[in-house]
């Protein structure tokens, strides 16, 4: 069974820069198509951006040209390159599967965009 573990998120200000990162544990991992999701207070859980096993790439509108989402299957590793963010990217950031499994949802990691 896969288990997944976010981290790297923390305050920055608006048009500043953060690195997301998803370790998988398993040796499935690079078979699967992975996605960052996100949910800010109040709001329902979406989608940010997926990568398939090959590397092709989706991203929410609102993200498109700033997030830049990537994969190291050899490290078991995904990542989420956050760029020029705005106020409104403020969330709980998550890795799962795409589509996303309910017993993959771990503990997400914060990223507060504030002045």
């Known amino acids: 069974q896969v288990q997944l573990v976010e981290s790297g998120g923390g305050l920055v200000q608006p048009e500043g820069s953060l690195r997301l990162s998803c370790a998988a544990s398993g040796s499935v991992f690079r078979l699967y198509t992975m996605g960052w999701y996100r949910q800010a207070p109040g709001k329902q859980r979406e989608m940010v951006a997926t990568i398939t096993s090959g590397g092709s790439t989706n991203y929410a509108d609102s993200v498109k040209g700033r997030f830049t989402i990537s994969r190291d299957n050899a490290k078991n590793t995904m990542y989420l390159q956050m760029n020029n963010l705005k106020r409104e990217d403020t969330a709980v950031y998550y890795c799962?599967?795409?589509?996303?499994?309910?017993?993959?949802w771990g503990q997400g990691t914060q990223v507060t965009v504030s002045s």
């Open positions: 799962n599967t795409s589509p996303p499994l309910g017993v993959y």
